[in-house]
Nanobody
Framework: QVRLVESGGGLVQPGGSLRLSCAVN????????MGWLRQAPGKEREFVAA???????KTSEAVTGRFTISRNNADNTVYLQMNSLKPEDTAVYYC????????????????WGQGTQVTVSS
């Protein structure tokens, strides 16, 4: 079945950058909407970013201007470039995707990865 594997998380100082990757093992990746969500300790999961099969993007107000979502259909990978990181960005980041018309609503995507930890601390 479809599997999504996140990577690139780690510990970074405030103001630093990280690039998350999500590899998807499906032949029809180019038809998938993809997105990133995160869950911080003690908080509910929240939307971070999404990208349509055509490359349209949307980011949450909390990360707009700092995070960029992109995709490379040649290697079935979606990325999240995170710049100017803040301690409040600390969370487990989840990759999700699916063949859906509702590309801007990752909570309704069909497939989810296991997550990767991002910790922003000095």
């Amino acid at each position: 079945q479809v599997r999504l594997v996140e990577s690139g998380g780690g510990l970074v100082q405030p103001g630093g950058s990280l690039r998350l990757s999500c590899a998807v093992n499906v032949r029809t990746f180019n038809t998938f909407a993809m997105g990133w969500l995160r869950q911080a300790p003690g908080k509910e999961r929240e939307f971070v970013a999404a990208i349509s099969m055509y490359g349209a993007t949307k980011t949450s107000e909390a990360v707009t201007g700092r995070f960029t979502i992109s995709r490379n259909n040649a290697d079935n990978t979606v990325y999240l470039q995170m710049n100017s990181l803040k301690p409040e960005d600390t969370a487990v980041y989840y990759c999700a995707g699916g063949r859906t018309a509702n590309w801007a609503d990752p909570e309704r995507y069909d497939f989810w990865g296991q997550g990767t930890q991002v910790t922003v601390s000095s």
